[in-house]
């Protein structure tokens, strides 16, 4: 298994500001996932993050709002930019291991209120 | 149609109550899925993952697939209060994961 952290794991922010999210795994991982799950919503993909290379953005993200950083094999940060109250959501940070690559770990997540 | 569909609940049932949730998948080609649960304000725990048809068994949990009806589903046996939480189905691709809904249980004392 991976142990995944997440920082901060909740925060309340003023609107108009940005965040980062920082996740830290215990071991190198090939792949990293940011998801965003909404108040009394299931998980929805933001991006792919790349180590060396810029994240893959699923449609309806972009990076000038979710900036994404993946400097090394166990670490990636993501920013929540220019907030307003429907970014009010958790946001987890997803890696992939196990044999095979075939078990998907979440961190506790990180949930942020905008006022 | 989204690709993995699943009842949200809410679902509540008295303790030691055996529990089925379901979801279904609309590409017979799909043959990998995965259970999460996931504890209110917290990340998605894996509690199972099932390949192809059949039953996989983990303590009070089984996981079965029916290829047929494309249909994904998980039994818990003598539930719990702590077993209270929303169960997630998905379906791997490419690493990445596509969620069902979600169905909220509820098992009470």
């Known amino acids: 298994s991976a142990v995944i952290s997440q920082k901060p794991s909740r925060d309340i922010c003023q609107r108009g500001t940005s965040l980062t999210i920082q996740c830290q795994v215990d071991?190198?991982?090939?792949?990293m996932f940011w998801y965003r799950q909404q108040p009394g919503q299931s998980l929805t993909l933001i991006a792919t993050?790349?180590?060396?290379?810029?994240?893959?953005?699923e449609s309806g993200f972009v990076i000038d709002k979710f900036p994404i950083s993946r400097p090394n094999l166990t670490f990636s940060t993501l920013t929540v930019s220019n907030m307003s109250p429907e970014d009010s959501s958790i946001y987890l940070c997803?890696?992939?291991?196990?044999?095979?690559?075939?078990?998907?770990?979440f961190g506790e997540g990180s949930w942020l209120t905008v006022v | 149609q989204k690709e993995v569909e699943q009842d949200p609940g809410p679902l509540s049932v008295p303790e030691g109550a055996i529990v089925s949730l379901n979801c279904t998948y609309s590409n017979s080609a799909f043959q990998y899925f995965m259970w999460y649960r996931q504890y209110s304000r917290k990340g998605p725990e894996l509690l199972m993952y099932?390949?192809?048809?059949g039953n996989k068994e983990d303590g009070r949990f089984t996981a079965q697939v029916d290829k047929s009806s494309k249909y994904i589903s998980l039994f818990i046996r003598d539930s719990q209060p702590s077993d209270s939480a929303t169960y997630l189905c998905a379906r791997p691709w490419g690493g990445k994961l596509i969620f069902g809904q979600g169905t909220e249980l509820s098992v009470k004392p």
């Open positions: 997803s890696v992939i291991t196990g044999v095979g690559g075939n078990t998907i770990y």
């Open positions: 099932t390949y192809s048809s």
């Open positions: 993050a790349n180590q060396g290379s810029e994240a893959t953005y």
């Open positions: 071991s190198q991982v090939t792949m």
